[in-house]
């Protein structure tokens, strides 16, 4: 396996709310001398390493150190699209049949990115002294809270995450949380002819 000096790896660069993503380079050196030859200002600019590895390997990496249960099947290991979200693969189809395939013209790739924005975004409920093991209920063998998760699925464009650098970074609002299929996917799938039957999964309230 390589070490982080032999991967490909890219320069991570954030400043005033914008990211960007440089490389790939052959290896740290690389990057090192990029980071040195452009990245002068380190007050406005933060930069890292992101390592790129191949999916084999990156499963295997992955998937070493992590302990799952069947609840969690890791990056590599969820079943396939059709599976998941019949839903969306089907609106993605019907795109495709009208205005054919990713990159065969603008008219459709503006439609597959605004798809993209608004995927659906599987989340499982419990409270936040669940999740922080602060609850009185029973332990596994981890350690962590046995009470049963509720499950839903969400807009991931639609549903906005709490914004700021904490622990609460990332946290969804309890006050919007948006029901996938969103308003704009179901506006696609009347324009495309797409029925929802079948197709729209159920979301589980939090009380």
Known sequence: MKSMWE????VQVDSDGLRWMFGPFSGMPD?????????WDTDRYRHEYVSLIDP????ERLNRHLVRDDSDPGLFGMP???RREPLEVALREAIAREQGAVGDGPYGDGLYAHLD???PWRVQLKSHECWEGECDHDR??????TAPVQHAVWCRGCTPVYVACGEWDGTVYDECQVDWPCSPVLAMCAAFGVSLTGKALP???RE
């Open 56 to 59: 084999p390997e990156a499963a």
């Open 80 to 82: 396939a699209r059709e």
């Open 203 to 205: 979301t589980d309230r």
């Open 117 to 119: 924005v608004h995927r």
């Open 31 to 39: 990057a090192m001398q990029f980071v040195s030859e452009h990245v």
């Open 140 to 145: 596994d063998r981890h350690g962590k809270c």
């Open 7 to 10: 991967n490909p790896l890219a």
